[in-house]
């Protein structure tokens, strides 16, 4: 069982940067693959990005590849995620999980763990 809290959100201008970061409990924090997903007011939650349990290899949406990193400290049981350039169409609910597999990490359906969420606000 893992349990995820995400911190770090907050209201920003277009332009500016924030870091999201996910703490996790359990020691098999370093088993996971674990993402980033949004859910943009009145839209589907979408993936945002994800690291393999290592952090060997990451992965982006189109959206924000090149603006966001995903990282992550094993020895912290945390994950982040570095959002520069932010755009108002970045304004969602952004919330962490963990994929106990090392496939589908773009699919929600692969995640068995999710946070509760945190608001990011990008205003102009």
């Known amino acids: 069982q893992v349990q995820l809290e995400e911190s770090g959100g907050g209201l920003v201008q277009a332009g500016d940067s924030l870091r999201l970061s996910c703490a996790a409990s359990?020691?098999?924090?370093?088993?996971?693959?674990m993402g980033w997903f949004r859910q943009p007011p009145g839209k589907e939650r979408e993936f945002v990005a994800a690291?393999?349990?290592?952090?060997?290899?990451?992965y982006y949406a189109d959206s924000v590849k090149g603006r966001f990193t995903i990282s992550r400290d094993n020895a912290k049981n945390t994950v982040y995620l570095q959002m520069n350039s932010l755009k108002l169409e970045d304004t969602a609910v952004y919330y962490c999980?963990?994929?106990?597999?090392?496939?589908?990490?773009?699919?929600?359906?692969?995640?068995?763990?999710w946070g509760q969420g945190t608001q990011v606000t990008v205003s102009s």
């Open positions: 359990g020691r098999t924090f370093s088993t996971y693959a």
């Open positions: 999980a963990a994929n106990p597999l090392k496939w589908g990490l773009a699919l929600i359906d692969y995640y068995n763990y």
């Open positions: 690291i393999s349990w290592s952090g060997g290899n990451t």
